[in-house]
């Protein structure tokens, strides 16, 4: 229906953001897709864009901003971590701040994280890989939740952990030092 139009390539770049990307990101609000399936949407989305077009216009210059000479399309991978992220934030945050602020939802990945991880904090399988059991790891909305975590690079504000919660930890995280 779409390619019997035709449109620009400012049009396209529209059609893509509105109408191809907005269902990606509904299918995979809280699945966890691998690494291939943004690759192959990637370049499913470069070959719409520059459908007929010669020379053919790369996917970096169409994801710029319209003030930049671009076509504003969003990247599958990054906009699915952003996303992502929406859902891992709440988490990350302390009880204190969460509970003030906090949805319906929030209390069921925070259970099935401290319960299937057998940790007394959800925020140990989230911050901490060793701490992930095989059964969290199978559970697909948390795989997406792991590997944004894991990208994010956090630093630990080590001062607002309790005793209780530095004796689950992995040896190797609370003394780098024995790593060695």
Not at 7 to 14: H, V
Not at 30 to 55: C, E, G, M, Y
């Amino acid at each position: 229906m779409i390619s019997l139009r035709r449109l620009s390539i400012k049009g396209r770049g529209l059609v893509a953001n509105s109408l191809i990307l907005s269902r990606i990101w509904y299918a995979t609000r809280i699945l966890a897709p691998p690494a291939t399936f943004f690759q192959r949407a990637t370049t499913i989305l470069s070959s719409f864009l520059s459908q007929n077009k010669f020379p053919r216009v790369s996917f970096a210059t169409c994801q710029r901003p319209l003030r930049e000479g671009g076509l504003g399309v969003l990247s599958p991978a990054a906009q699915h971590a952003a996303l992502q992220l929406r859902w891992v934030q709440p988490l990350l945050l302390s009880y204190r701040v969460a509970t003030q602020q906090s949805s319906f939802v929030l209390p069921v990945p925070r259970y099935c994280l401290q319960e299937y991880s057998q940790c007394p904090s959800p925020l140990l399988p989230l911050l901490f890989p060793e701490r992930r059991t095989p059964v969290v790891k199978a559970l697909s909305c948390f795989k997406s939740f792991f590997r944004t975590v894991d990208s994010l690079q956090l630093d630990i504000n080590w001062s607002d952990i309790n005793v209780s919660l530095v004796a689950e930890l992995p040896l190797t995280r609370v003394c780098p030092v024995v790593e060695q």
